[in-house]
């Protein structure tokens, strides 16, 4: 055989080959999207698995049933992982392969950008006009040139391809046989309301009136989970009997659907070779909400976000014997402790939520009766329901007709709460206004409560008792992406006030005032100061102050608060505020005590001895940017606060309205059980400058300077005898800080 008949040879085996694998593609779907891979991937390798296969031939069985005319029996929705090919299976190559076989089939594709769903379009157009495809079915699959750019293309068959967007007015008219939308929710839009309610809403208004044909058309809606009232949620709660759900988390567990599909999983994993055990668990431990929503399908971790499933703890009446409550997550069973409710409450307070008013169709209105014993807040009874405005009020006086013993009935100032708040109060006792502030939310009052939830310090009624507990915990468990947080809002309110009831630094009523110092004729005996405390976590809080030792006065100007304690960023920002609040009197640091807490000099904060000298830590840091960290290795936290306390109740200690959360710390500090709360950097700050300074022998003891007995002390004393009226027998002490308010100027620093 000569060479021109092996080149002939080789020719025809690779139109052989060629004619095959083109046969292959019109007869399966599944070959097709493997043989196009490489116009869009190029040399990137293709990783195949099973859910591949399945995902393909169903997207296959649907485009032959309506290209036949034949009734459809669902609608399609998917919730796979991302990079699980989801895109390329329902979006980039569908189009492309159905034009084979029925070219006048009309796709539009949806999601939640414009930009992605025109990114996916130019992609299925340059499958179409690859050289692969033209070579195969260019003869009969030709785009329209006047109807070919990237948003809207056409062939000369009737088929076409368009895109939307929930701001998208481009399918004004338009109809398709497939509305395919691609993730229509963006992890960003699933923390606003708004943007939930937007795309549900232009998923029923606009798309459900686009298929061609309602009873042989369909949509394909293809996600990720993201909050239990995504468009997933919605379809599942309202038409979940028109629609096959395909669920498809990276790991088994027992919402996998259609269920036979578990079979299938390797090891209990989907697809072992993009999502190994190994990089999942370093997904969980980032951020379990990534994990939950994006690879397990389920809009909150299955053991729950900030509260954790199974360490709540369960109450009984006395003599009342229940087994043990047993909750189950994954493969794991966890068995709940029943404790026996007390005779007596600490405090008791009832709670309550109530709906915006124009949202009283949609929002719950919550309330909760919580006692306090000790460390722990037993929930003893609960209204939960959508309730109007009259019927509010009535349910909060019944529920306190029914638990006399309520200190405080405890009401959000906002929403329908304001216009309770007047109503009620004449007709009931014990109404108390909690103010709604931004830095005082029910984010910011869940995380708190959530550390006394995750030891087992709030107890619910058990569920063989109590017909709410089971959808109580399920709402905490989902939060923040559950669908209401109403049970939230006014536990955590509930909790997070008797909690404040025990504050760190009572003596600190005062509000922020705006200071004022003349920087330009500082007196000799002031001193400026920065304060540093780093958490564990490498959070940083600063203060910046100002001490006069001959009025004995702390004055906090400024203050920063930032997620790293790196030093160029910090002192770049310091210098900043410094010139600001200087008017350009300072430029820079350098006339600043600058101290740091102990994690700053690598030693234990109850320790005074330093332990081993630790190269490059962050004292050793600062001191290559000329800073120098001075480190009060004598911090005693508790001395620390009877300092801080002392200083308020002498009026010594003043914060500016620029120091806002310095403020907020200061007044809402809080001990959890027996220690001071965690966090509260800024106090912390405080209280380290103010240990520092009596360390340093620059703050002088507060002396006692008495007039002889007086009118006035009698006025006082007769007060704080009668205990209704105070609250507790008086003390000495009580007497001496009461006299402050009426003698503050006899008193000498």
Not at 81 to 89: N, V
Not at 202 to 210: A, F, I, V
Not at 427 to 452: F, M, P, R, Y
Request: net charge neutral; proline share 4%; glycine share 6%.
């Amino acid at each position: 055989m000569n060479e021109r008949e092996i080149q002939l040879l080789k020719l025809r085996k690779l139109r052989l080959q060629q004619q095959k694998e083109k046969l292959q593609c019109e007869n399966s779907y599944r070959e097709f999207v493997k043989s196009a891979w490489h116009v869009l991937e190029g040399d990137k390798e293709l990783i195949w698995n099973w859910h591949l296969d399945y995902l393909c031939d169903e997207v296959q069985k649907q485009i032959e049933r309506i290209g036949e005319g034949r009734p459809k029996e669902y609608d399609l929705l998917v919730n796979v992982p991302p990079r699980s090919l989801k895109s390329m299976i329902f979006t980039r190559m569908a189009a492309p392969w159905a034009w084979i076989h029925f070219p006048r089939l009309k796709f539009m594709r949806g999601s939640y950008a414009e930009e992605l769903a025109l990114e996916h379009s130019v992609e299925t157009r340059d499958i179409i006009r690859s050289p692969w495809y033209v070579k195969n079915w260019g003869s009969k699959i030709k785009l329209k040139i006047d109807q070919d750019t990237k948003s809207n293309f056409k062939n000369t068959l009737g088929g076409a391809c368009f895109i939307t967007a929930p701001t998208s007015r481009k399918t004004t008219g338009r109809g398709a046989n497939i509305v395919s939308l691609d993730d229509p929710l963006s992890a960003d839009q699933a923390e606003s309301e708004k943007d939930l309610l937007r795309h549900i809403r232009w998923y029923r208004r606009t798309l459900k009136s686009r298929l061609n044909d309602q009873e042989i058309d369909m949509f394909w809606i293809i996600m990720q989970r993201l909050h239990e009232e995504d468009l997933t949620g919605y379809i599942l709660t309202n038409e979940g009997h028109k629609y096959k759900h395909i669920c498809l988390p990276a790991e088994d567990c027992k919402w996998v659907s259609p269920p036979y599909l578990k079979k299938l999983y390797v090891n209990g994993l989907l697809f072992p070779k993009r999502f190994p055990k190994k990089f999942l668990d370093e997904i969980k431990q980032e951020d379990p909400y990534v994990h939950a929503g994006q690879y397990m399908q389920r809009p909150s971790p299955e053991e729950g976000g900030i509260f954790k499933r199974n360490t709540w703890r369960f109450w009984v009446p006395k003599g009342v014997n229940v087994p043990d409550h047993t909750i189950t997550i994954g493969l794991e069973t966890f068995r709940c402790e029943t404790v026996e409710i007390p005779d007596s409450f600490d405090d008791m307070v009832c709670s309550w939520d109530f709906a915006f008013k124009d949202k009283a169709t949609s929002d719950y209105v919550s309330g909760h009766v919580i006692g306090s014993k000790g460390p722990n807040d037993f929930i003893l009874d609960e209204f939960h329901k959508k309730v109007g405005y009259n019927e509010s009020c009535r349910e909060l006086l019944k529920l306190k007709l029914k638990w006399p013993l309520t200190t405080n009935i405890l009401i959000e100032d906002k929403a329908n709460g304001s216009a309770i708040i007047d109503d009620i109060k004449h007709l009931t006792e014990g109404v108390k206004a909690i103010q709604a502030t931004g830095g005082d939310n029910t984010h910011t009052k869940a995380n708190v409560t959530s550390k006394k939830q995750n030891t087992g310090n709030i107890i619910l009624p058990h569920p063989a008792i109590c017909s709410w507990t089971e959808e109580f915990i399920e709402e905490f468990t989902n939060y923040p992406n559950a669908a209401h947080d109403d049970r939230v809002s006014s536990v955590c309110q509930g909790i997070v006030y008797i909690r404040n009831s025990k504050p760190v630094i009572p003596a600190f009523r005062q509000k922020p005032v705006s200071i004022k110092i003349n920087w330009k004729g500082l007196e000799d005996n002031t001193t400026l100061y920065i304060s540093q405390w780093v958490e564990p976590n490498m959070y940083t809080s600063i203060v910046l102050a100002l001490w006069n030792s001959r009025t004995g006065r702390l004055a906090i100007f400024d203050e920063l608060t930032i997620s790293t304690p790196t030093p160029e960023i910090i002192r770049d920002v310091l210098e900043k505020k410094i010139i600001n609040n200087s008017a350009g009197v300072l430029t820079s640091v350098k006339k600043f005590e600058w101290y740091g807490n102990a994690l700053m000099f690598a030693r234990s904060e109850r320790s005074s001895n330093r332990h081993a000298f630790i190269r490059d830590g962050i004292a050793e840091t600062y001191s290559r940017h000329n800073i120098d960290l001075i480190d009060n290795e004598y911090y005693d936290e508790a001395g620390s606060i009877m300092l801080i306390n002392n200083m308020a109740v002498y009026k010594k200690l003043i914060v500016d309205a620029k120091a806002i959360e310095t403020y907020r710390q200061l007044s809402s500090w809080c001990y959890e059980g027996n220690e001071p709360g965690k966090q509260n950097g800024c106090a912390r700050a405080v209280c380290n400058l103010a240990s520092a300074l009596y360390e340093s022998g620059k703050m002088q003891k507060l002396q006692k300077k008495l007039k002889p007995y007086s009118k006035e002390k009698e006025i006082v004393l007769k007060k704080l005898e009668d205990e209704e009226k105070f609250g507790r027998p008086f003390t000495e002490g009580d007497l001496d800080e009461a006299m402050v308010n009426i003698n503050s100027n006899r008193w000498m620093v």
